[in-house]
């Protein structure tokens, strides 16, 4: 067998160890029988089901918000330190680059915990910041802020600084360069940082598990204390929507970063 055989056999087995699980429950999420894997026929009854489950729907809320409102916070700091770290030098520029690998690389069980005594600190210090939707939302961006400032400095990285020095000659003041030349050359790359920053969030269980309070279940959290009780059709159904709502999301990444 040649090289290039080899190289397609392995690429085939590798893209297959990672994908079928995933297309398993995608499938059993249609299956007509409630239990066990063998088909019993195709049926739509535990999308349904889950759309009048009104008791889920209160995870599916926090979930939106924890997402949405930490995808904002974390873009707007993100992309303000992206610009700092491309536009100016500092003395401790390179401790503050190596910094912010570390939410990156470092394992979610210890960030979590590391937040969650933080928070048990501050509560016991000052008697505030007690767990739930606010200390979720808190432990997102910290790691969301990391994602989004590497999205955005690479993105910098390739912009010609000659078009704001250009815009600068003109006349155009620091603000109005801001939105009139930079902010639109790095609009693509910004919209990419959100969408992969929100995919995080929307995803993340573990440092949830660990900053959720009473009244702050996401959808992550609900699926988990699900699968304990036994995995049923309905639970696939809820999977294989986050699958949707996650592919959805990381396409529309990769279509914005591809534009120029």
Do not use: C
């Not at 590798?14 to 088909?39: D, M, Q, R």
């Not at 349904?48 to 409102?69: C, D, F, M």
């Not at 030098?89 to 979610?108: A, E, K, T």
């Not at 939105?179 to 050359?185: D, Q």
């Amino acid at each position: 067998m040649t090289t290039r055989r080899w190289l397609t056999l392995h690429g085939v087995l590798v893209l297959l160890f990672l994908y079928l699980p995933i297309a398993v429950i995608v499938v059993l999420s249609f299956n007509e029988s409630k239990y066990g894997v063998a088909w019993h026929g195709f049926t739509l009854k535990w999308y349904r089901q889950l759309l009048e489950h009104t008791r889920i729907h209160p995870y599916v809320w926090n979930s939106l918000i924890v997402a949405t409102v930490s995808t904002f916070l974390s873009t707007v700091l993100g992309t303000l330190l992206a610009l700092g770290l491309a536009r100016y030098r500092f003395p401790w520029r390179g401790g503050l680059l190596f910094l912010l690998y570390i939410p990156v690389v470092i394992p979610d069980v210890v960030m979590g915990v590391s937040l969650l005594l933080f928070f048990a600190w501050v509560q016991r210090a000052f008697d505030a910041l007690h767990l739930g939707l606010t200390t979720v939302i808190l432990g997102h961006v910290s790691f969301q802020i990391a994602y989004v400032t590497l999205v955005v400095k690479s993105r910098l990285a390739g912009l010609d600084p000659s078009l704001d020095e250009a815009a600068a000659d003109l006349g155009a003041a620091g603000w109005t360069r801001f939105w009139k030349v930079t902010f639109p050359l790095i609009a693509p790359g910004i919209a990419a940082a959100a969408l992969l920053a929100f995919t995080l969030s929307l995803d993340d269980f573990v440092i949830t598990f660990f900053t959720a309070g009473p009244g702050a279940t996401t959808l992550p959290i609900y699926i988990f204390s699900s699968v304990k009780r036994g995995v049923t059709p309905e639970i696939h159904a809820l999977s294989t929507l986050m699958i949707l709502v996650t592919t959805l999301a990381l396409i529309a990444v990769q279509r914005v970063q591809a534009r120029r």
